[in-house]
C-alpha cells in the first residue's frame, strides 16, 4: 500500500508539472517572480497588503503581473492602459467571475450580480436591475429619504459632549439609509433589528476578507469544513432570508404605479419584461435572482458607502483647512435650506474632496475578481480561459503619471483653473471600476454620499480632540481594502452660529 501510494504521488506530480510545462509553452504568460510549486506565493496572498506587494512587483516586472495562488494562476493588472484594455477593449473576454465555494455560498449559487459569471441572463438580470434603479432615481424620493435620515442621526451627534468614535455614526447611518432605500422602512436609531442586522453583515464582510480555505480547495467545504466555514454559511443563510421574507411582503403588497423603495422599482420592472410575454425571460427572472439583487445593493451600498463616508471625515478633520472651503462652498450655494439633488452640480469643491477621499482611501483595493471566458490578450501577454484577473484599484490610484504627489490629499486634481468640476476626472480614478462590470450601484452612491456629507458639513465642524494629532496610519483588511485608523472627534454645531 505504501508503494502504491508513493507511485500514486509521484505520477500525479509528474502529470502537474507536464501540464505546466505545456501550458508555458503554448500560451505566452506574464511574468511574476519564482514560487515553490504546488504552494504558490504564500506570503503575498496571505498578505493584507497584497494590494501594496504587487504594486511593488509591478515595478520589476511590468504592469502585468503573473503569481500563483497555491495551484492557480493569478493576474494582476497595475496601471491605466493595461486595465481599459482588458475591461472597455475587450470586455467580453475578461466579463467573467471565478466560481468560488464563498462567493457561492452567499449568492444562492452565483445568482446575484456581482459574483454570477457573465451570461444571457446574467445580462437579462443587470438590464432589469439597472431599469429600477432609474425608476427608483426619478423624482425626489431618495433625496426625501436622505434628509429625514440625516436629521435623525444629526441631531443625536450634536448631544455628543465628550470625544466619539465618527465610525460608529457613519456605520449605523448608512445602514439606516439602505434600510429605507431597500425596504422602504423608516425605523429608530436605536432599533435591534438593525443592530442585529449590522453585526450579522459585519462579521460576514470581515469573514470574507480574510478568506477561506475552502476557496483553495473547494471538496473541504463537504468533507472537512473548518469552523469559520461553517459559521459563514450559517450568517449567509440567515441574511439571505432576512431579505426574502421582505421580498415575499413587497409581492403580496405590490400595486403598481406605487414606488415604495427599490424593491418596488425592481418588481415594476420585472412586471415591464413579463408584459412583453417572452417565456423564456420569465424563466431567468425568478425570484431568487431578484433577491440576490436587493442583496447586492444592500451589502455592496452599506459597505462603499460607510467605508467612504468614515474617510471623508477623517481627511476633513486631518485638513480643517480644506474642511473650512467646503463648507463656505456651501454656505454660499445651500444657505440655510436643505442640501438637494439641484445643488449636486455647484459643489465643485465639496465634491472634488469626495473624490479625492474615494482615491486615496482604497475602499476595493483589489475588488472583485474577473475571470477570462474565452483565451485573450492583455498587454501583449496571453491570458487563458478561466484565469483568474485583478484590477489593482490602489496601484490606479497612487500612479504618479497621473496623480502628481499621490499620497498627498489634493481635491484640485479635478478642478479646473475656475475651481469647477472637470468635464473628465483622470483616467486612472476607477473607484466604480469600468466596463461591463462597472459598479451598479454607481448612479445612486455618488450622488447619495454626496448629499450625506454636505449635511455633515453644513451642520457641523469636525475636529481632532484638544491636543490629539491626525494618525496617518491606516487599518488594513482583506482584498485590499484599507480603513483609517480608529480616531475620536469632537463636534461644534454650525447652525447655532448663524
Known amino acids: 500500500m505504501f508503494v502504491n501510494t508513493q507511485t500514486l504521488l509521484a505520477t500525479l506530480s509528474i502529470g502537474l508539472f507536464v501540464y505546466y510545462v505545456i501550458k508555458r509553452m503554448k500560451y505566452r504568460l506574464p511574468p511574476g517572480p519564482w514560487c515553490i510549486p504546488f504552494v504558490g506565493h504564500y506570503k503575498i496572498y496571505s498578505s493584507v497588503e497584497m494590494h501594496k506587494k504587487v504594486a511593488e512587483l509591478s515595478k520589476v516586472y511590468g504592469p502585468v503581473v503573473h503569481l500563483s495562488f497555491g495551484t492557480q494562476t493569478w493576474i494582476f493588472l497595475n496601471n491605466n492602459d493595461v486595465v481599459i484594455e482588458a475591461l472597455v477593449k475587450k470586455k467580453a473576454d475578461f466579463a467573467g467571475r471565478p466560481k468560488l465555494a464563498s462567493t457561492d455560498a452567499i449568492s444562492a449559487g452565483g445568482k446575484d450580480i456581482a459574483f454570477s459569471s457573465y451570461s444571457p441572463a446574467w445580462k437579462l438580470h443587470r438590464k432589469i436591475a439597472g431599469q429600477a434603479l432609474r425608476n427608483y432615481l426619478q423624482g425626489d424620493l431618495l433625496e426625501n429619504m436622505i434628509q429625514e435620515n440625516m436629521e ?5 451627534m450634536a448631544q455628543e459632549k465628550d470625544p466619539f468614535i465618527f465610525k460608529d455614526y457613519a456605520d449605523s447611518m448608512v445602514f ?33 476578507g480574510s478568506g477561506f480555505v475552502e ?24 441574511l439571505e432570508q432576512f431579505i426574502r421574507a421582505k421580498y415575499r411582503d413587497h409581492v403580496d403588497t405590490f400595486k403598481p404605479g406605487v414606488n415604495r423603495d427599490f424593491i418596488d422599482s425592481l418588481l415594476a420592472a ?20 431578484l433577491v440576490q439583487t436587493i442583496s447586492d445593493i444592500f451589502l455592496a451600498g452599506v459597505d462603499t458607502t460607510r467605508f467612504t463616508m468614515d474617510w471623508f471625515i477623517y481627511f476633513m478633520t486631518m485638513y480643517p483647512e480644506i474642511q473650512t472651503k467646503c463648507q ?53 501577454y496571453d491570458i487563458p480561459k478561466g484565469t483568474l484577473v485583478f484590477i489593482n484599484h490602489w496601484a490606479l490610484h497612487n500612479d504618479p503619471k ?23 476626472r483622470p483616467d486612472s480614478w476607477l473607484p466604480f471600476s469600468a466596463g461591463n462590470r462597472v459598479c451598479l450601484g454607481e448612479t445612486v452612491a455618488k450622488p447619495e454620499i454626496l448629499l450625506m456629507c454636505a449635511n455633515l458639513l453644513q451642520r457641523f465642524e469636525f475636529r481632532l480632540p484638544n491636543g490629539e494629532k491626525a494618525n496617518p496610519e491606516h487599518r488594513l483588511t482583506g482584498l485590499g481594502t484599507e480603513l483609517p485608523a480608529e480616531y475620536k472627534i469632537i463636534v461644534k454645531d454650525r447652525v447655532t452660529k448663524k
Not at 178 to 207: H, N, R, S, W
Not at 217 to 234: H, N, R, S
Open 152 to 156: 435623525k442621526f444629526l441631531n443625536k
Open 176 to 208: 439606516h439609509q439602505l434600510y429605507t432605500i431597500c425596504f422602504g422602512q423608516k425605523l429608530p436609531i436605536d432599533d435591534p433589528e438593525v443592530k442585529t442586522l449590522l453585526k450579522l453583515e459585519e462579521d460576514l464582510i470581515d469573514a470574507f
Open 215 to 238: 476557496d483553495l480547495v473547494p471538496c473541504l467545504k463537504d468533507l472537512c469544513p473548518t469552523a469559520k466555514w461553517k459559521k459563514f454559511v450559517q450568517k449567509a443563510e440567515q
Open 270 to 289: 420585472k412586471e415591464e419584461a413579463e408584459n412583453e410575454g417572452d417565456e423564456s425571460i420569465l424563466q431567468k427572472l425568478d425570484d431568487t435572482r
Open 328 to 380: 463656505e462652498e456651501i454656505d454660499r450655494v445651500i444657505g440655510a435650506g436643505h442640501p438637494s439633488m439641484k445643488d449636486r452640480n455647484k459643489l465643485d469643491y465639496t465634491e472634488a474632496c469626495l473624490f479625492e477621499s474615494m482615491r486615496l482611501g482604497s475602499v476595493a483595493g483589489l475588488g472583485i475578481p474577473h475571470m477570462t471566458i474565452c483565451d485573450s490578450q492583455v498587454g501583449g
Open 402 to 424: 497621473f496623480f502628481k504627489d499621490p499620497e498627498k490629499f489634493d481635491p484640485y486634481r479635478y478642478l479646473d483653473e475656475n475651481g469647477k468640476k472637470k468635464p473628465t
